[in-house]
């Protein structure tokens, strides 16, 4: 069958930028989000359980009006992803984050007023039958109002980050947006936007990856006194907020927004790198395959195999199919139903934004997955990742939706789940012993990439917030950060580094999400756990995924961990199974390029 590589955004808002119809939702909701305010300047500190009606009826209008806004920001996301010269997507980005900003004040208000009940009182209210479905996220919202400032402050907080904090976010990506390298591939002089560059840094000749690993770290050289601008003004304002709350630890926001404790990320990260030795091993035997002492950072994502083995779209998404189709049936009928129904935007084409993503449309009960899409196996693999973000959403979409708010860290569970069953089934299913290495190659480097560039983003970032403590960190600093953290994570197995990461990377300078990297790795050993449940139990362990995946936003990490799993994720006992099952594909590469 064909699929189009070319999303459908009219079936939300016909006429993209200029649709009429976003242009009336927009306005309806700013009318609503207003009514809200309104209604909670009256709205006085529940006193007895007969005021659980009044909570249950604004609870209901707050989750109505985060839809309409998350249908907005969801169909804005994929105008600017799709063109990143449309001026006038970027000026709606603005006005979504100014409703956003309003409708998070007068929501601050709510959580504040609920956090002043006396206890008595609120033990009522969560077991009232109206509001005892919610009870766990009311009770995350009093311990985390109890947590800031004054309901009058926390909003001046929320109006001043519109232009004091997320257009710091925005400018960064219009920048990014209007950056281009030249490059010969082939032969042939192309100018190449940044996503485009990025994806030629696996290319199979060493000498294009070169020169497009340099051409980009000049690019962003050029521009690093802009980014570092933008960095230390996003931190500065998180720092400062963090100040006036009290809060000393920079990690206590990621944290909670992660519903996990210290105890877990400590044990994660201590488990990783105790095992770093095998990796290093395979970082080892790929440099001496491509003939270095040690690997450049441009030969990270490259194959040491001539892999030609590209897949086209159809074919790739009849591949995700079919090994869908071995572990959850309707896991398989969602995906066909995104192909068919042009939920996602593949094409090869400049202009585009860099990266991927899955951004949901709640009203319409859609996703729409972003990518380009070139044909490698490491693309169906994120295409599958992407398609198992989309899946979450899916079987989340009876569920209230307050209680479908996940975190990140499980929301990267059901993609790199999804994600995985494809890059098994891609070594298992090879037509050569070299095709075989050259994929066992690409799964290796995932856990590379988790265990090594996740951790040395991580790295980078804590000291970096530490640092900007005591003022404005210089790019030359920046750039020397980055490169310590790269050293340090990849257990100094890399001849050089790329010192502009902290600029190149979107994940830096993200404003929705803080600490934009642990949670990879989380959800990436989270989900391996997951996957070894499935292989034992195969299509039989469908339902009891989709169980898991819908209680997601209802409870803590590790509460998740021992209803589902069995399991005490604060142990490092428990990271490790998920390590050593890498630590088998490593053997097996080992043994194979002997």
């Not at 591949?319 to 869908?324: A, G, M, V, Y």
């Not at 642990?518 to 195969?538: D, N, Q, V």
């Amino acid at each position: 069958m064909s699929y189009s590589q070319v999303w459908d955004l009219d079936v939300f808002f016909e006429g993209g930028s200029d649709s009429p119809q976003l242009r009336t939702h927009l306005d309806e909701t700013k009318i609503k989000v207003d009514q809200f305010a309104g209604k909670l300047r009256t709205f006085e500190t529940p006193a007895t359980q007969s005021a659980a009606g009044s909570v249950a009826q604004l609870l209901e209008e707050g989750s109505s009006i985060q839809l309409q806004i998350g249908q907005a920001s969801g169909f804005i996301s994929c105008l600017e992803a799709q063109d990143m010269n449309d001026t006038k997507a970027n000026t709606l980005r603005s006005e979504v984050t100014q409703i956003v900003a309003t409708f998070r004040s007068a929501f601050n208000s709510l959580e504040q007023k609920l956090a002043n009940t006396e206890q008595t009182v609120w033990d009522q209210l969560i077991q009232d039958e109206q509001l005892s479905d919610f009870r766990f996220v009311l009770e995350e919202w009093r311990a985390k109002a109890k947590d800031q400032l004054s309901e009058e402050e926390e909003s001046l907080i929320s109006a001043l980050s519109v232009d004091g904090y997320h257009a710091w976010g925005q400018m960064y990506n219009t920048i990014v947006g209007q950056m281009t390298i030249r490059v010969t591939v082939d032969g042939e002089e192309k100018e190449l936007s940044v996503g485009q560059a990025n994806n030629l840094l696996s290319h199979e000749d060493s000498s294009v990856r070169k020169e497009v690993y340099e051409k980009l770290e000049e690019a962003w050289k050029s521009k690093e006194a802009l980014f570092a601008r933008t960095l230390n003004h996003l931190a500065g304002f998180r720092l400062n907020v963090y100040q006036k709350r009290g809060w000393e630890n920079v990690l206590k926001e990621p944290l909670d927004y992660n519903r996990m404790q210290q105890e877990t990320l400590d044990a994660m990260w201590g488990a990783i790198t105790k095992h770093k030795a095998t990796f290093v091993k395979f970082l080892e035997r790929k440099a001496q395959l491509m003939g270095k002492e040690q690997l450049d950072w441009y030969d990270l994502n490259a194959s040491t195999q001539d892999n030609n083995q590209k897949l086209s779209y159809d074919e790739g998404a009849d591949f995700i199919l079919k090994h869908f189709q071995t572990f959850s049936p309707k896991m398989a009928d969602f995906a066909k139903m995104a192909f068919e129904d042009r939920w996602i935007e593949a094409e090869d084409r400049s202009g585009k934004r860099p990266g991927g993503f899955c951004t949901g449309l709640p009203l319409s009960n859609q996703s729409r997955i972003f990518m380009t899409y070139s044909g490698s196996m490491s693309n169906v693999a994120t295409l599958a990742h992407e398609l198992g973000h989309a899946y979450h959403s899916y079987v989340l979409r009876d569920v209230h939706p307050l209680n479908r708010r996940y975190a990140m860290n499980v929301a990267e569970t059901a993609s790199t789940f999804a994600e995985m069953i494809v890059a098994d089934a891609s070594v298992k299913e090879a037509q050569s012993e070299e095709n075989k290495i050259a994929l066992l190659e690409d799964k290796i480097q995932r856990s590379v990439a988790f265990f090594m560039n996740i951790h040395s983003r991580f790295l980078f970032e804590t000291r970096f917030y530490e640092e900007r403590k005591n003022g404005f960190v210089t790019a030359d600093r920046l750039n020397a950060l980055t490169d310590e953290a790269q050293r340090e994570a990849y257990v100094d197995t890399i001849a050089t580094t790329s010192p502009s990461y902290w600029s190149n990377k979107l994940h830096f300078h993200i404003t929705g999400v803080p600490f934009y990297n642990f949670p990879y790795t989380f959800g990436y050993l989270f989900s391996l756990a997951i996957y070894a449940k499935a292989l034992e139990e195969g299509t039989d362990y469908e339902d009891q995924y989709i169980a898991l995946l819908q209680d997601t936003a209802r409870m803590t990490t590790e509460d998740l961990a021992k209803k589902h799993l069995d399991a005490d994720i604060t142990k490092e006992s428990f990271w490790e199974k998920g390590i050593e099952l890498c630590e088998r594909d490593v053997e097996e590469y080992l043994r194979m390029t002997e």
